[in-house]
């Protein structure tokens, strides 16, 4: 009888111990199996507003551009969102007027035109000239370093366009009602940079919480910009021929 008793006294004393182990072996195993935390983002929205001279009816608010970047350092990110680009032309204009593009990533220009144009850009970023070329014919160019380009054709001086590569995937077009919207921008300390063809590049420090940023309000001075004739690819004004005028 005594014999019995400890036989299950033992018993219950080593499915206890069981117990524990298998408890404590599963405590260990939990933390690796559960997925690493998820650092939230949130969106950074604001409105930008453009401050012109009196009587002025312009109305190309939507050729502005705002976006984050880090001094210094090319954003990695998984989004390929303007990796590459397409700027057409059409009815003797460049469409979209402004294009953006991850810097790296190339532009492509279709001639849509039943006629012959030329594209071509004397920055200091990296002047390049992609020569004449006939309808349906599309040729394209890399931009490899980081700024605005101004595009131009070399047959028809009217036709302007703008690349804006960045080193960052959070970038906005601003709307044609003067709002923006980022998505996804982890928390940290950023550049925020508003561009407009007809404004200083407004720049300033930015932090951002993980729940975003929601009003950010920006104004960019147009009242000095003053209207230029540009030069053509060799640095001379425009010969205007007929073929020029339209």
């Not at 690796?32 to 009196?54: D, H, I, K, N």
């Not at 970038?171 to 982890?186: E, L, N």
Request: net charge positive; aromatic share 8%.
């Amino acid at each position: 009888m005594e014999a019995s008793v400890h036989s299950r006294v033992s018993a219950r004393m080593n499915g206890r111990r069981f117990l524990a182990r298998a408890a404590s072996v599963i405590a260990l195993a939990l933390p690796s199996a559960l997925p690493a935390p998820v650092t939230a983002q949130g969106a950074v929205r604001g409105t930008v507003a453009l401050l012109e001279r009196a009587g002025s009816s312009a109305r190309d608010l939507a050729n502005a551009v705002v976006y984050l970047d880090i001094p210094g350092r090319v954003i990695n990110d998984t989004r390929e969102s303007h990796a590459s680009a397409e700027i057409d032309m059409r009815h003797r204009e460049f469409e979209p007027h402004v294009q953006i593009v991850r810097a790296g990533g190339a532009v492509s220009f279709p001639n849509s035109d039943p006629f012959s144009h030329n594209v071509f850009s004397n920055t200091a970023y990296g002047a390049f000239d992609l020569g004449l070329y006939r309808s349906g014919v599309r040729r394209g160019y890399a931009f490899a370093r980081p700024g605005v380009y101004a595009i131009y054709c070399n047959i028809h001086a009217r036709m302007v366009s703008f690349v804006v590569a960045v080193t960052t995937p959070y970038v906005a077009r601003v709307a044609t009602d003067g709002s923006f919207s980022i998505p996804a921008v982890p928390p940290g300390t950023y550049r925020l940079h508003a561009w407009h063809e007809r404004t200083p590049e407004h720049v300033q420090e930015l932090v951002v919480s993980a729940a975003g940023i929601a009003s950010i309000r920006l104004t960019l001075d147009a009242r000095g910009y003053v209207a230029k004739p540009h030069p053509n690819k060799f640095g001379a004004p425009y010969a205007m021929t007929r073929a020029d005028r339209y």
